[in-house]
Nanobody
Framework: QAQLAESGGGLVQPGGSLRLSCAAS????????MGWYRQASGKQRELVAT???????NYSDSVKCRFTIPRDNGKNMGYLHMNSLQPEDTAVYYCKVSGSILNWWGQGTQVTVSS
């Protein structure tokens, strides 16, 4: 049974950093693209960043140069390293693993940026 579990969210002050983790199980993780998405209260879910199985990355303009999306296929883990966090980064962050046909989502982890 495929599962994704995010962790690492929390409360951070503006300008701070957080590291999110996504643990994949029951999935051939190394074969798929992994992505992070976020959904702020009252807004639609949006793409944050993706990394393909060939380590090609893509970032939304709003996080470029502040966030990175490494992955460790040997551990079936994906990460989102977030720096210079701002209040507008406050949202529930979701991990997604996607193939040509199937997609899997995690349950989300809350990130709150506030002083």
């Amino acid at each position: 049974q495929a599962q994704l579990a995010e962790s690492g969210g929390g409360l951070v002050q503006p300008g701070g950093s957080l590291r999110l983790s996504c643990a994949a199980s029951g999935i051939r993780f190394s074969s798929y693209t992994m992505g992070w998405y976020r959904q702020a209260s009252g807004k639609q879910r949006e793409l944050v960043a993706t990394i393909t199985n060939n380590y090609i990355t893509n970032y939304s303009d709003s996080v470029k140069c502040r966030f990175t999306i490494p992955r460790d296929n040997g551990k079936n883990m994906g990460y989102l390293h977030m720096n210079s966090l701002q209040p507008e980064d406050t949202a529930v962050y979701y991990c997604k693993v996607s193939g040509s046909i199937l997609n899997w989502w995690g349950q989300g982890t809350q990130v709150t940026v506030s002083s």
